[in-house]
């Protein structure tokens, strides 16, 4: 007999079916014994009726894995409101390791070292799976938009011959006896591509160096990227982005409202148009409202990044705020200037409740203009002339940015470190599971 | 005014627009000179008409970026029956040097090497273009079904401190002074996921460390990766595999008709079911149709897969066949064994054309299983530990199957080499650009 989820009980009153999960809990309530039974869709309700099967059940650990054939009986008290009675059980893989900590009570509470240590078993308490199940929705919404907005989806290497921006931060690989690099973003292709497709798009892993263990950090990291050509300036990217964060969020808002509910996720504020300040605004409202002087700092500290959201928060009802025109030296070589001040770029930041949570801009189109920017910054040519080629042969003005979807979903659910929301994180200590 | 893409024209006769993109041609007709203007919807037709514009373009070499105002008039001898007239152009990007090879030509005449040596210019060729957008395209029909049958997306870590079958073939990373590789294969993970969600897929990069160069093989490519739990054995596995692999060619034939005309796919055959062979009866049906004895061969040659697939398209008219039940010694520890026959195994390979395109089966899901099969294969336990604890807090009968998509394309397209599919190829000699 086909198997059916828990979640489709209701829709089969009075009928036999079979199920099949993870022995969650029991409960003993009076006389009557309750099986909980947890498969993808949730959790269901198995009233234990013999002494037989009692003492079978007894012997086993949660997390058995047991297959359930009995009678949809409607029952108010039940989670969902059915039950199945008269159960016939088999058991499928039995298990007799106990439980490092409980994932059968409504939070988990227990150490982030000693969960991400049992990663394969922790991810299965309810609350963790729907942290993952909204990271998927995510990148699934991200797509979508993107699709709809006509972005091909592109699939660019990992393993390069020169390191993206600097030499710093960036995983050596010997491969087959020379070295190569993991990309630490996939910019170059993505650039490249605009030239092919003009407008694309990539989810992929990008890695990064960075030999400080931080909770807004990762080693490894999912990078949701866009790039497109035939822009005005990095106005027009900023406006696809607003446009994409909304549909995300309102993606998930509409497809995954138990997960929402069960992790208390709040709706972001969102106006019309998210707030924008300009970098030189940004440090002389910080300096005005909040007393310190960074009016000559090159770029924005995590201290700067909360005020700035606060304010916006408070003075437009934002949890987004665009701060433009980061200072030059702060910025990778190939961005941008702002063609009316040039010590500042046609870059962005998007900060989300507190943090920067997307960086973004106009790039250089013009291939005399990436010459002259290497080697103002004592770069080689040669490592880039794959790249390079791209903008000798004709290159729109074109502008991207990257979501980093760990932190889009950790400051999403007001979490306070990575680690939450990466699936298995790697860090300057962990790499297993 | 706002660009429209050339492929709007049609819908705009008479109208004053402004199209944008690449300088792909110009075609002199008599007295009448033609600029042909390649944008990402495909290529349209501008009347040049004033002898300084012609002048003026005539600086500029092929891919110079340009945007052109003028009025839409049909014209029955243009590309698409319409073009430009009483246009005004604008120079976005001036090219000033000499394309390598032409890409302006129907089909693309150059070496391969000299081609992905220049790969940025060279993937803006319309048919190389078309590839790739198959690829995009293959990869959103993929997550589309397996979205429809209730799977959950995942992306799992690439940096891992075990490699996944046995030490060979993996690249080795300097991780803050210890010892990572790069994931040969999500296998541990989508199986650990099984899990949490049951069902998962996952399209990211894996990383062969193969010291050799073939046209089938390369050295970093994008897997399309599916584990998914409660299964009857390995033929629940190849039942939504074969009905995945139609879903993903019917989308590309209904959504890709210009790609898939210009580049003259050939739609594959597909009985209802593909057909199955047992590998032992594989191996005598080689001896008996072609006279090789391999019937002690532990695995398929490349020959023997080519001789399979013209049996099964002359007995079955399918490009699609089955292989189940490869020996145990030739398939990874975790492959569960066939309990009629401990000697082979609940695997498959799905041939598609003359070649594996998919491998895949049911695996071990009992942990004592896995220990006896580490211990077998005198491997350690203590690597994989966090891998086993998925076992050892009980999974149910699972399995799963990863598809290639370079190689997916490839036999789609009849192409005879992978690098022609796969957007910025790695191999032993190449990891640039």
């Not at 012997?59 to 894995?65: A, G, M, R, W, Y």
């Not at 409202?257 to 970098?279: G, N, W």
Request: net charge negative; proline share 7%; aromatic share 12%.
């Amino acid at each position: 007999m086909k198997r059916i989820y828990v979640a489709d009980l209701p829709s089969n009153p009075g009928k036999e079916v079979t199920i099949a999960g993870w022995m969650h809990a029991f409960r003993r309530v009076g006389k009557v014994v309750f099986l909980l039974l947890r498969d993808a869709s949730g959790i269901g309700q198995v009233v234990v009726d013999s002494q037989e099967q009692l003492d079978t059940l007894a012997k086993l650990q949660d997390e058995s894995v047991l297959e359930v054939h009995g009678t949809v009986v409607a029952e108010a008290q039940a989670l969902g409101g059915f039950e199945i009675h008269n159960p016939q059980i088999r058991i499928l893989s039995p298990v007799t390791a106990v439980a490092p900590f409980p994932i059968n009570k409504p939070v988990l509470n227990v150490s982030l070292d000693t969960f991400l240590d049992n990663a394969a078993f922790g991810l299965r308490h309810p609350q963790k799976r729907a942290i993952f199940r909204l990271c998927g929705e995510a990148m699934s919404a991200f797509r979508a938009f993107l699709r709809d907005a006509g972005f091909t989806e592109i699939a660019t290497p990992k393993i390069v011959a020169a390191a993206t921006e600097s030499g710093a931060n960036v995983f050596k690989l010997d491969y087959f006896g020379r070295d190569a690099y993991l990309a630490q973003s996939p910019q170059f292709y993505k650039q490249m591509m605009v030239g092919v497709f003009e407008r694309v798009f990539e989810i992929a892993p990008v890695f990064r160096a960075e030999p400080h263990s931080t909770s807004r950090h990762l080693n490894e990291y999912v990078s949701m990227d866009v790039e497109f050509g035939f822009i005005e300036d990095h106005h027009t990217v900023m406006d696809l982005l607003t446009d994409l964060i909304r549909a995300m969020i309102e993606h998930l808002l509409r497809h995954c409202s138990s997960e929402v509910h069960s992790l208390r996720m709040q709706p972001p504020a969102m106006p019309d148009k998210f707030p924008v300040i300009y970098f030189p605004d940004a440090l002389e409202l910080i300096y005005r409202r909040y007393g310190e002087d960074c009016r000559q700092e090159p770029d924005l500290s995590p201290q700067h990044e909360r005020w700035l959201c606060e304010w916006a928060l408070e003075q437009y009802k934002s949890d987004f705020l665009f701060v433009t025109g980061f200072p030059a030296s702060k910025r990778p070589f190939y961005t941008h200037p702002n063609p009316e001040d040039t010590r500042y770029t046609n870059s962005f930041d998007l900060l989300f409740r507190g943090m920067e949570l997307v960086t973004g801009g106009q790039r250089l189109h013009l291939y005399e203009d990436y010459v002259k920017a290497l080697a103002d910054r004592n770069l080689p040519l040669e490592p880039f002339a794959g790249y390079l080629d791209a903008f000798r042969y004709g290159m729109p003005p074109h502008g991207g940015f990257a979501i980093g979807l760990e932190r889009f979903v950790m400051l999403l659910l007001n979490r306070q470190n990575l680690r939450e929301t990466a699936l298995f994180p790697r860090d300057l200590n962990r790499i297993t599971p």
